[in-house]
């Protein structure tokens, strides 16, 4: 457990709208870099922005399962990745279209602290 601080998690706009208020409770990324079990880890504080500044959720990170996309889904229900996907195959679709073909994901969970959001956050350039 290298990483330290909250994981800073950056989403697309339907992505952070599906965390809010489509029962999406796991994120999906390439196994790699920042996203790696050096990174990703049970306990370690999440904070999910739609973009860069815009609205947050806090929470923590809850179970981490790494493998295989068809592994990832034989142990998480596609739904909770992908909440709009009708179907598993319909999932890994849209995860491959957003991640790529890779060897190893990570999927983990975001356990959210009850009721604590922020707005965009707001940059002042002082001259």
């Known amino acids: 457990m290298t990483g330290k601080g909250r994981l800073f998690l950056p989403l697309h706009?339907?992505?952070f709208i599906d965390f809010k208020e489509n029962g999406k409770k796991y994120e999906m990324r390439a196994c790699r870099g920042r996203y790696s079990p050096k990174f990703v880890y049970t306990g370690r504080e999440a904070e999910l922005r739609k973009g860069y500044s815009g609205e947050g959720i806090f929470g923590k990170i809850g179970?981490?399962?790494?493998?295989?996309?068809?592994?990832?889904f034989n142990e998480v229900e596609f739904k909770l990745v992908i909440p709009r996907?009708?179907?598993?195959q319909e999932a890994a679709m849209v995860v491959e279209q957003f991640l790529g073909q890779?060897?190893?994901?990570?999927?983990f969970e975001i356990v959210m602290n009850s009721g604590q959001t922020s707005q965009p956050r707001q940059y002042w350039l002082s001259f």
């Not at 996907?85 to 598993?88: D, F, G, Q, V």
């Not at 890779?102 to 999927?107: D, F, L, M, T, V």
């Open 13 to 15: 706009g339907d992505a």
């Open 63 to 72: 179970r981490v399962v790494i493998g295989a996309l068809d592994s990832i």
């Open 85 to 88: 996907a009708n179907s598993r």
């Open 102 to 107: 890779e060897q190893r994901y990570i999927a």
